[in-house]
T-cell receptor, first 115, second 110 residues
Framework: NAGVMQNPRHLVRRRGQEARLRCSPMKGHSHVYWYRQLPEEGLKFMVYLQKENIIDESGMPKERFSAEFPKEGPSILRIQQVVRGDSAAYFC?????????????FGSGTRLTVV | DAKTTQPPSMDCAEGRAANLPCNHSTISGNEYVYWYRQIHSQGPQYIIHGLKNNETNEMASLIITEDRKSSTLILPHATLRDTAVYYCIVRVGGDYKLSFGAGTTVTVRA
C-alpha cells in the first residue's frame, strides 16, 4: 500500500526554465493538496485539487504557477520561468474525501533549486 | 484558524518522556488540535489529533486541558529518531487547510 509518491525528489532548474513536479496520491484518494516550504519557514498551503477540478488555489502565486489533477495520472504542479525565489521544498498530501477529520499523509517532497 | 504558541526548541534525553506544550487560548468549540512532525528533509508526518478528550495512539498521547486553551503532546519514550520539528495546529472540523507555524524543534540526546 504505497503512500503519497512525489517525483523527482530533487530538481535543479536554471532561471527561466520550467519546473514540473508530480504527485501520485495514495490509492483510492481523489483529493490532493500542495504545500510549499521556503528555506527556514513553515509549510504554506498552495492549492487543493480534486480529480479534474481546482477547488481552492488561494495560496498559489497568480503568475507562473499552475496545477492540475487529470482524470488519469498524477497531479502536476507547474512553475514556468522559474526564479531563484521559487527554490523551496514542495510537498503534496492526499485524502479520500473533502472532509478530512484525520491526519493527512504527505509525500517526501520535491526540493527545487533554481540556479 | 486559531493561532498556536509553542516553545521554539527543547531537548530531551533518550528513553525519557518528552512533553511538548502548545497554547491555543483562542480556540473555538469546533476546532480540533492536530500534531504533526517533520523530520529533517522529509514530509510532515501526522501524529495525533483530538477535540476535547485525551487521545492516545501508538506514537503519542495528547492531553487537552478542560478549557481547551492548551494541550500537551507526550512522547512516552523518546528515541533519537524522534528528533524533529513538531507542529501544533488547530483546525475547524471539515476544513482542509493546515496552517503550520514555526513549531518546536525537539532534539533527543543520547
Amino acid at each position: 500500500n504505497a503512500g503519497v509518491m512525489q517525483n523527482p525528489r530533487h530538481l535543479v532548474r536554471r532561471r527561466g526554465q520550467e519546473a514540473r513536479l508530480r504527485c501520485s496520491p495514495m490509492k483510492g484518494h481523489s483529493h490532493v493538496y500542495w504545500y510549499r516550504q521556503l528555506p527556514e519557514e513553515g509549510l504554506k498551503f498552495m492549492v487543493y485539487l480534486q480529480k479534474e477540478n481546482i477547488i481552492d488555489e488561494s495560496g498559489m502565486p497568480k503568475e507562473r504557477f499552475s496545477a492540475e489533477f487529470p482524470k488519469e495520472g498524477p497531479s502536476i504542479l507547474r512553475i514556468q520561468q522559474v526564479v531563484r525565489g521559487d527554490s523551496a521544498a514542495y510537498f503534496c498530501a492526499s485524502s479520500p474525501d473533502r472532509v478530512a477529520n484525520y491526519g493527512y499523509t504527505f509525500g517526501s517532497g520535491t526540493r527545487l533549486t533554481v540556479v | 484558524d486559531a493561532k498556536t504558541t509553542q516553545p521554539p526548541s527543547m531537548d530531551c534525553a533518550e528513553g525519557r518522556a518528552a512533553n511538548l506544550p502548545c497554547n491555543h487560548s483562542t480556540i473555538s468549540g469546533n476546532e480540533y488540535v492536530y500534531w504533526y512532525r517533520q523530520i529533517h528533509s522529509q514530509g510532515p508526518q501526522y501524529i495525533i489529533h483530538g477535540l476535547k478528550n485525551n487521545e492516545t495512539n501508538e506514537m503519542a498521547s495528547l492531553i487537552i486541558t478542560e478549557d481547551r486553551k492548551s494541550s500537551t503532546l507526550i512522547l512516552p519514550h523518546a528515541t533519537l529518531r524522534d528528533t524533529a520539528v513538531y507542529y501544533c495546529i488547530v483546525r475547524v472540523g471539515g476544513d482542509y487547510k493546515l496552517s503550520f507555524g514555526a513549531g518546536t524543534t525537539v532534539t533527543v540526546r543520547a
